[in-house]
């Protein structure tokens, strides 16, 4: 993967943040069916819209009540390249707690614009058209959750939910964060977080 190609592609000329996951975690992301994805720090969810010609039923800077995480850091993260979310008919409650188990982390508003984007770049189409998915790192006002989706039409749609919350045309996607902060001969070799792995993943975790 070219990483330098693919910031280009999204934000233009943009000096990205050095990439934490190393270059074999990077190599087995078609083989695990998964994308690394990058977002700029202080980017607003209304500038990215923008930048890539998403439509949406709400104006992401008037609507106060979207709560979004690492605002202040540029990141990169991992997440499923499926066209459809998982954990369908399964509550955001319930998604967030097998996210926990495994070391991973939802995604929220920034981050599932910029995965939105990175996927339509590999693959010239949207994801979750016609479904909905929790951002289970984010809130909504005080105890909610922002649900997200593409209609038939492309348009992007986002509501404010409820985390007990559950359909047969909902569900949520992950967001594996690097398990170093730099790439050096002593975290290279430090285990990821993937779907599934259990406490290997986790980014703390207590001696047996």
Known sequence: ???????SSLYGDHQAAPCPFTE?????????NELLVYVPSKLRAKEMCERWNLPTNVDFDRDRLI??????????FITSA???PEHIYKSGKTAKRAY???GLHGLDLRRYLAFAASFRLKFDALPDQLYWTFLLSGSY????VSVIGFDAHGV??????MRTFKAKFAGS???ALAPRIEITAETEMLPRAYRGSGRAGREADMDD
């Open 1 to 7: 993967m070219d990483l330098e190609r693919y910031v």
């Open 24 to 32: 074999r975690e990077i190599a087995e992301l078609d083989e695990t």
């Open 67 to 76: 709560r979004t995480v690492m605002v202040a850091e540029s990141h990169w």
């Open 82 to 84: 499926s066209p459809t």
């Open 100 to 102: 926990e188990d495994d």
């Open 141 to 144: 006002d005080r105890s909610g």
């Open 156 to 161: 992007l749609s986002h509501h404010g939910w």
């Open 173 to 175: 996607r992950y967001c």
